[in-house]
């Protein structure tokens, strides 16, 4: 079992920057690929960015790509989401998960293995 534990969200203005954190815990040595996905009222879970483990290697979704990075720290075990520019429809509970499959298919819900209990992030406008 992989144990995330999100952190950073919280109430911004239209501009604004945040960084979210993720922390894994567990059989990390699993892992080979984390995510970011999102979920905003009254909206499907959605994809924002994914990192290969080992490799560094990351995927992005095409709309979010230059406002949005992502990065991670193998001996801290941690991946984080740096936001930038943020807008009100950035409105959402962000949620870090990890597959132990390769990087483009983390890109879909279904091929992450575990996730975290999610982080709310506001933007007002």
């Known amino acids: 079992q992989v144990q995330l534990v999100e952190s950073g969200g919280g109430s911004v203005q239209a501009g604004s920057s945040l960084r979210l954190s993720c922390v894994a815990s567990?059989?990390?040595?699993?892992?080979?690929?984390m995510a970011w996905f999102r979920q905003g009222p009254g909206k499907e879970r959605e994809f924002v960015a994914a990192i290969s483990w080992k490799s560094g290697e990351t995927n992005y979704a095409d709309s979010l790509k230059g406002r949005f990075t992502i990065a991670r720290d193998n001996a801290k075990n941690t991946v984080w989401l740096q936001m930038n520019s943020l807008k009100p429809e950035d409105t959402a509970v962000y949620y870090c998960?990890?597959?132990?499959?390769?990087?483009?298919?983390?890109?879909?819900?279904?091929?992450?293995?575990?996730w975290g209990q999610g982080t709310q992030v506001t933007v007002s406008s």
């Open positions: 998960a990890a597959s132990l499959i390769s990087l483009l298919p983390t890109s879909r819900r279904e091929f992450c293995r575990y």
């Open positions: 567990g059989r990390t040595f699993t892992m080979n690929a």
